[in-house]
């Protein structure tokens, strides 16, 4: 039993359709964004989410950017304007930065065209990274299968499936092969507080594409890890800087902490894209912050006390020294990162 | 501004007052238990909850047992169907059994008595139980603060206060008396996931108390500590082994992983009855699997496709080579804790 192919980004009809990803796995509704203003403000709140997905969802916001009121700007003020926007939601995913940079250049080469050149320029742009997103997942999902051995249980962080690339997916990706080349007897799940990217979405795809499961508790991973069963990690990232350390999804260096101390196989996998060329280590990467109150309350019920205080770093980074391998559409990349990285990126 | 004294269990006109721990913060609504089975159950479904406060529920839970409707039991019979019943609501915490086993000696020595008299003996035991929680909770609470320095950020999971004790608390009680002292600066307050003891108890707690603190996540952990925002980690324990090794709610495991790692102190704070004579090493502390809903749901409210496994184990085991230091009311112990912990049995 196969499950349909699922496109949680997509362009129709003028408008970026999302799937809305703060509903699942309790309803499927699908938003439709019109404006750069209401693709910043999915992104934003996570309707859209997973660091090559809402690269995506901003190149094609741009493009909608182009058919917005005008007044007496040129075009390329009003892609300013929108990449402005669509690049403050989210901080610390560097595809973000890199699908806006791709975009500019379209639009440099439009300037002197309408609007509705310029635009169509611009979903140019946002179908080729879609095209190439596919494409990488699917070699990054290939080379990652690999690394697993038959009867592998494997604990993954946050979601990296179809529902944050719009492809197959990072470390989803490698998980969906590697089950499908038998290489996987189970998964777990970690729920990622505060927004439960695991047990709402990471659960949903695994449940959809007939993968055996559990969810765990983030706080569970050290006690699983003692009793022997997990035999690997696998998880996505959204920012590499040039020395191999990787921001990811908070919770994930405790991850990495825990499986050097068990001598379980740490991977991560992640598009080259997603290498960050002027970070040259973590130390570079900004952290997102995000409100207090994804952490004190589930939805809108409180879990803690009226107004106590609540500290919400969205990503944490994990050195290097943790990550067995990185595995890239460009290969697996093995330590020393410099090196390996250097390479992956002029290959 | 001191907090009103907090005794959340009291026995009280013949039957066991408990403030209803489920339903914090939300209310304070307090259960009224009057049979053995009422008391199991708020055990059970952790109305009650916290190593000493179980055993402390446990041992007026047998009084009330003598009081029940009698059958043809005798006594004695009917104090060991009630002990067995008691004994079986959580498996983990050490001082359940160990309340039982005082009042039994109690009960043997009435057992020609009327059952009257024999509840009556058994109040006393419990009350004695409750006055040395009381005062070995105010001397762990003196001897951990001295530990602390001035500025520190203290990391704590789950919650050992007076909700854990009925009496200073455990890890609680220090950090209480080390804000008193001037030892502190501020607590760093683990949510302690799935049931939100951290964010929903602990949090109330210092609130009450006027203790700075900010919840965080438990995946969050790694990331503060690799920030230097924590200074030291004070837990309590549900059940000590022989050699040192701490079972304590899950997730402490990973704490202490991570402060390893970072050169954190991390310390555990329990009375001397937590200590298991029987247990040689964590490996023979059975360790609570409850219920996955608890994983899967926030109250009633799903968070997981339906159906969706998950694994739910309430308490990890921290190995001794990771604790600095076990703070009780016979002294602060040090590793190698065979020795320190025998003289502390002994002494």
Redesign the interface.
């Known amino acids: 039993m196969t499950s349909p192919v699922l496109c949680p980004v997509r362009f129709e009809d003028g408008a970026l359709r999302l799937l809305d990803q703060t509903r699942l ?2 309803e499927e509704r699908w938003l439709s964004c019109r404006s750069a203003e209401e693709v910043a403000d999915a992104i934003r709140r996570l309707a859209v989410r997973g660091a090559p997905a809402i690269g995506v969802a901003a190149a094609y916001g741009l493009a909608l950017a182009m058919s917005s009121a005008a007044g007496d700007e040129t075009p390329l003020e009003r892609f300013e304007r929108a990449a402005a926007l669509l690049a403050a939601t989210r901080p610390t995913a560097v595809n973000l930065g890199w699908a806006i940079d791709r975009a500019r250049e379209a639009a440099v080469a439009h300037a002197a065209d309408e609007p509705a050149a310029v635009a169509s320029a611009l979903i140019e742009v946002a179908d080729a990274i879609v095209a190439e997103q596919r494409e990488s997942d699917l070699r990054v999902a290939e080379l990652g299968a690999e690394l697993l051995e038959p009867g592998d249980r494997v604990l993954t962080h946050c979601n990296t499936g179809a529902l944050a690339t719009g492809g197959a997916g990072t470390a989803g990706g490698v998980i969906a092969a590697a089950w499908e080349a038998g290489r996987l007897a189970q998964v777990w799940v ?5 927004l ?1 990217q695991g ?2 979405l990471t ?2 795809e695994l ?1 959809r594409a007939g993968i055996p ?12 890890m ?1 009793r022997g069963l997990v035999d690997r990690v696998v998880v996505g990232a959204d920012r590499i800087a040039g020395n191999g350390d990787v921001a990811n999804k ?2 994930t ?2 991850v990495a ?2 499986a050097a ?1 068990h001598g379980v196989p740490f991977y991560v996998a992640a598009p080259v894209s997603t290498i960050d060329r002027d970070a040259p280590s973590g130390d570079a990467i900004v ?1 997102e912050e995000r409100d ?1 109150d994804e ?2 309350h ?2 809108e ?6 107004g ?6 969205a990503f ?2 994990t050195p290097a020294e943790l990550v067995a391998a990185i595995v890239t559409e460009a290969g697996v990349l093995r330590p020393p990162y410099r090196d390996s990285i250097a390479r992956a990126l002029t290959g």
């Open positions: 796995p309790a970690d729920e990622t507080r505060p439960l047990s709402r659960a949903w449940t499961f559990r969810i765990v508790t983030d706080a569970s991973v050290g006690a699983l003692a908070i919770g260096y405790t902490v825990l101390r952290i207090a952490v004190t589930i939805g019920r409180p879990i803690a006390p009226a106590a205080p609540a500290a919400n770093f944490d980074v």
